[in-house]
């Protein structure tokens, strides 16, 4: 019997004793599986081939194989749906190549051969060894040639073996990971002091940093790692010293960076190579800093004040020992200050960073004070930057990112706690109430720059990615949170300015959401045998009580109705499953439902439904089943036509009757009470063969007419709703 360890709630089971599973990639099960009725295969409960209908999207398809792993008497694999994601091949790579050991993240893991899916191992090829399983693919084929090959498939399989294969039970395991994705070359970090930056460094490694194995040892290794200081001034000697590092020290090497004196026992220093290593003619030494300084005093502007410390002629011989780490310095004029940009080839991010940091201080205060400007922005560029994590490294580079407690700014000095400041500029965030419009000021340093405007903050959210407005992630954040509550504060407005406003309460089933044309009482009647006055009691049963599982439901039918416990477990866990999956979408819904939430439009939902559909109609729109309010039969105990039902729904709302409007496929359900109650309503005729009787007697006079019929969700409108909900 199939019984699934991973998403049973998304599995549709057709037969738990079937012996075929059929993949349905991301096409919904309950479509494939209409067409495979529609195509003449057989899905009757008992008779079956087929055990159960699931998707596969690809992040799940570990969790596939253990369930297959463990359902040993599933022999074939049918996968037939549309693949949006590669997830056929990565199946079909599974059990055709095979899968190969590969790093993921820095943990060993196995990747399908050909695919960029990577498994844990909890399940390998070689599990399926001793099992004839069969995977035929009829996702390429279209439509008719598919039906022609399915019917054809199942004619021809075998009969059903009998399994003595034990059942085998795996996890799957979460990987543990050495870092986390991220562009190992994208890093760039803007910070105040050069202690802090030094700290968030430290920090990225820690997190971010990829193993790699050098000749000297292994490394957590990020490139082009691009750290800005805007204030490259020394930090106090107590505060450095919490750190590790002596000022003294700093300043000592601050000295010897400017100096420009041949090495005695190194191969090179960074002063020499600066300012006494290279010739323009035997004899003629080249002092890089003077000539820096003598470009920017003949023109502020110049963008020649650029040295290099490499040494092509020497540095790139093989053989040579001592390479200088610093290779370039570009000096410009910014506004009143002097920046400085310098590129490392390689740097020690715990040991190196911060000494070299204060080097280039020292070099960067020597050429402003030359050329009269204040300093400015110092720029480290590191092509490879890292920790060594043996010895203690590991540990200080824990320690050090351990102090990060958040994104907040602390000054390294007084400890005071302050809001990191966004480069790009602040915003302010307001609503024009006259117009219904969200506003979103983006200002620098007390000035308008933009005026950004939308219905709602998703269209400004747009607007402001396009335009690159935010570089902080913590700024980003907070921003939205304050267009959110500014969009909850016009929604309000909206309504209190409308003193005839407009609440919308949708009905669901064939209203919204589609799905099999025999309710589920009828077909567990019939799967149970039970009399047909049993219809009213068990849609009571199943419509008017919240269950947390069919086990659950199970019972209660088992007590009320004295069916056998096996069928009864059997037959409402294979409806339970089947409603999940069966229930689609009409042409139009989700469109009409998308325009209102982009209108501000209120609205909920009154309809006779039970916890299965409701999970479905919660896959097929999560957002509106979510935020929106709800009055379902099952968890308010009460029923359609009862009109407590619509009145519980108009006082928990706030709505009175006259400015509600409910919209629904049935006039005994619907429109009735609706009417009862003193709200207006939209009959949408999708199943008219249904409401033949009704129809006639509005058509005779015998029955109110309700205010506005449709044949279809999809000709509602929102134009419409509004002249629906002026009328007197």
Known sequence: MFEPLYYQDRLQVVNPQGDVGVVTLWTPPGVIGKKLQQWGIDLQPHTARIAVLGTLYGNGLAEMLVNLLYNPQIVHIVILGKDLGGSRQELLNFFQLGVEPSDYLGSAMYRIIGTGRWLDGSVLPEDFQQRPLQVVDFSQWRHEEAAERVRAYFAALPAVQTTELPRVRRSVRKPEVAWYPSHPCGHTVVRRTPLEAWQEVVFRLLRFGQRQQLRKGERLELLNCKVVVDEPFAESAAVLEKWGFSLAALQEYQASILDGSPPEEQPYTYGNRLRGYFQSAPGMVIDGLEQAVRHLQEDGESRRAYISLWDGRRDLLPGVRGHPCLVTLFFRKWGETLTLTATFRSHNALDGWLRNCYGLMAIQDFVAQRVGLAVGALTLLSHSISIDPQGDGLARAKAIALAKKSDDRIDPESGKVSLRTDPNGEFVVSMDRAAGELVVHHRYRGQLLKEYRGRDSESIEKQLARDCALSEIGHALFLGREMARWQMKLRQARMDDESERMFLFFDIGFTLIGGPSTGPARRLIEALGLPPQAKEPLSSLLFAQPYADAEQLSERIVAQFHTSVAMTRASVQQLWQAQVHEAELLPGAAELLQHLRREQIPFAFI??????????????????????????????????????????????????????????????????????????????????????????????????????????????????????????
């Open 607 to 728: 309809s006779n439904i039970w916890s299965p559909f409701h999970a479905g109609f919660a896959r097929l729109l999560p957002v509106e089943s979510a935020c929106y309010p709800g009055f379902y039969s099952f968890q308010q105990r009460c029923a359609k036509p009862d009109p407590e039902l619509y009145r519980r729904a108009l006082q928990q709302c706030g709505v009175a009757a006259e400015q509600a409007i409910m919209i629904g496929d049935t006039y005994a359900m619907d429109v009735a009470p609706a009417r009862q109650v003193g709200m207006k309503t939209v009959w949408v005729l999708h199943r008219p063969a249904q409401e033949k009787r009704e129809l006639l007697a509005v058509l005779n006079g015998t029955l109110p007419a309700p205010n506005w019929t449709a044949a279809t969700i999809a000709e509602v409108t929102l134009q419409r709703l509004q002249q629906l909900a002026q009328q007197e």
